[in-house]
C-alpha cells in the first residue's frame, strides 16, 4: 500500500479514537486525565487503549432508605446505577460547601494569607478569632472536614466583590457544567427557598470536586489541625463524616444537615478500585442509607 494511503488509514484511526473518547468524557475531563495517563498519543501506544466498559446492575430491587431522594452514578461512565427522584428540587445544605471549596480553589492560590476582621456564628463554627491570620488552603480544609461556616464566609468575603461576587462565581461554575436545576445563593446552604439543587446535579458537583487533588486528598481525612500563620492559634477539627471511621469503602466527600432540608451526604464509594459517587437528601439517617446504597452496590453492581 502507498505510504500516502497508510497515512490516510492512520488519520482516519486516530480520528474515530477521539470521537469515541469523548463519548466518555466528564465534565473537563476525560478518563486518561483522571488516572493520570499521558495523554500524547504515539503510533505503538493506540493498540493499547482500552474503553471502559460501564457497569452492569443486576434486575433487582432499589436500595431501601429513608432519603425521599437519592442517586448512585458511575464516575468514569457517569451510568446511574440506582435514584429515586433524582431529578426533584431539594435543599442541598452544607453540601453547598463544595462548591464553595472548587470556587475558592479557582480564584485565590492556596497560600493566599486572609485576615479574619469579623465573627461568623451562625450555624457550625471553627472558632476563627478576630485578626487571626490563616491561608486559604486551611480555611478550605476546615469547610470540608468540619464544615466551618466562618471557613466559607471568610473565604466569601475575601472576595474583591464581597460574598455577592464570590456566590456569582459558585453559580457560574455550576452554569459551566450545564447543572441547570442548581442555584446558590449563599456560601455555607444555610436554609434560602432560592438555594436549591437536585441529587443528581449534586452526584455530577461531586464528579467535578473529585477531580482537584486538594479536595479529594482533604475529604478522606478523619481529623486535621490547622493553624494560623503564626501558630499562635491551633483549630482541632474532626470530620463531620461519620462513614469514614467505619467503612473503609467510603472517601469522604461531603455532608449536610438543616430542619428543612434534614440529612444530605454526597459520598464517594471505592468499590474494587471502581469510584461511585452517592447522594442522599431529605434524609433521616443519611450515614445508614448510603450504607444501605454501598451494600445494594457490592450485590447488585459488577464490571
Not at 435514584?83 to 475558592?104: E, F, G, M, R
Not at 459520598?267 to 443519611?286: F, K, M, P, T, W
Request: with cysteine.
Amino acid at each position: 500500500m502507498p505510504k500516502i494511503l497508510k497515512n490516510n488509514w492512520f488519520d482516519l484511526i486516530i480520528i474515530f479514537l477521539i470521537l469515541v473518547l469523548n463519548l466518555f468524557w466528564l465534565p473537563s475531563f476525560s478518563y486518561w486525565g483522571t488516572y493520570g495517563l499521558d495523554q500524547s498519543i504515539s503510533k505503538n501506544q493506540i493498540s493499547q487503549f482500552k474503553i471502559p466498559s460501564p457497569p452492569i446492575v443486576k434486575l433487582a430491587s432499589k436500595p431501601q432508605t429513608t432519603a425521599q431522594n437519592y442517586i448512585l452514578v458511575d464516575v468514569i461512565t457517569n451510568k446511574i446505577l440506582a435514584s429515586k427522584n433524582a431529578q426533584d428540587k431539594i435543599y442541598p445544605a452544607s453540601t453547598t460547601k463544595l462548591v464553595t471549596a472548587l470556587t475558592a480553589l479557582n480564584i485565590y492560590p492556596l497560600d493566599e494569607t486572609i485576615t479574619i476582621n469579623e465573627e461568623y456564628l451562625e450555624g457550625q463554627n471553627m472558632g476563627l478569632k478576630l485578626g487571626e491570620k490563616i491561608t486559604v488552603k486551611s480555611l478550605v480544609s476546615a469547610l470540608l472536614v468540619f464544615s466551618a461556616n466562618d471557613a466559607a464566609f471568610n473565604l466569601a468575603k475575601h472576595h474583591p466583590q464581597g460574598i455577592d461576587g464570590f456566590v456569582k462565581q459558585m453559580n457560574l461554575l455550576i452554569k459551566k457544567y450545564n447543572l441547570k436545576e442548581t442555584n446558590f445563593v449563599n456560601v455555607d446552604g444555610l436554609q434560602n427557598e432560592n438555594h436549591y439543587s437536585t441529587v443528581y446535579d449534586l452526584s455530577q458537583i461531586g464528579r467535578i470536586a473529585i477531580q482537584n487533588n486538594i479536595v479529594k486528598s482533604t475529604v478522606k481525612n478523619q481529623e486535621i489541625t490547622v493553624s494560623s500563620i503564626d501558630g499562635s492559634v491551633q483549630h482541632y477539627l474532626t470530620s463531620t463524616d461519620e462513614l469514614l471511621k467505619t467503612i473503609p469503602e467510603i472517601e469522604g466527600l461531603k455532608t449536610g444537615w438543616t430542619p428543612e432540608a434534614k440529612g444530605c451526604f454526597v459520598g464517594l464509594i471505592n468499590l474494587n478500585g471502581h469510584y461511585l459517587i452517592s447522594v442522599v437528601a431529605q434524609s433521616d439517617d443519611r450515614f445508614q442509607d448510603t450504607k444501605n446504597i454501598l451494600e445494594w452496590a457490592k450485590q447488585n453492581v459488577s464490571w
